[in-house]
């Protein structure tokens, strides 16, 4: 946290499950699910999420893109990536510098609404 530019700065594994009924496949004895690389991330639909308070973010790429997919014979994804988001935090100084601070990082979809993509999070 800084308190001087009122922003935080975190490195996450932000990761994402969603159902592509059209991404179904054939299973196969012991293969059940596909693990593909970041390649394969512009060929299918994906969440079009984006961090409402973020100053910056950046994806890590030493030495391959930081993400891949996992698709069930279900259509089952989940997409993982290594992200560090620096985003904005209301900071209350007021009672400094006995004070503690309460930063969350917004999550939305960029095009979608609410009635067309639900976010929630997997305790899982």
Same mark, same amino acid.
């Given at each position: 946290? &800084?308190?001087?530019?009122?922003?935080?700065?975190?490195?996450?594994?932000?990761?994402?499950?969603?159902?592509?009924?059209?991404?179904?496949f054939?299973?196969?004895?012991?293969?059940?699910?596909?693990?593909?690389?970041?390649?394969?991330?512009?060929?299918?639909?994906?969440p079009?999420?984006?961090?409402?308070?973020?100053?910056?973010?950046?994806?890590?790429?030493?030495?391959?893109?930081?993400?891949?997919?996992?698709?069930?014979?279900?259509?089952?994804?989940?997409? &993982?990536?290594?992200?560090?988001?620096?985003?904005?935090?209301?900071?209350d100084?007021?009672?400094?510098?006995?004070?503690?601070?309460?930063?969350?990082?917004?999550?939305? &979809?960029?095009?979608?609404?609410?009635?067309?993509?639900?976010?929630?999070?997997?305790?899982?």
């Amino acid at each position: 946290i &800084s308190e001087k530019f009122m922003d935080f700065t975190l490195e996450i594994y932000f990761r994402q499950f969603w159902q592509d009924k059209r991404l179904k496949f054939q299973s196969r004895a012991g293969s059940k699910q596909l693990v593909v690389g970041a390649d394969y991330i512009k060929l299918i639909w994906v969440p079009d999420t984006f961090f409402v308070n973020e100053k910056m973010a950046k994806f890590h790429v030493a030495t391959q893109d930081n993400q891949f997919l996992r698709i069930t014979d279900q259509g089952e994804v989940l997409r &993982s990536m290594r992200l560090t988001v620096k985003a904005i935090c209301g900071i209350d100084l007021s009672n400094f510098p006995m004070d503690s601070q309460l930063c969350t990082l917004e999550i939305e &979809s960029y095009g979608y609404t609410m009635v067309d993509l639900v976010y929630f999070w997997n305790t899982q």
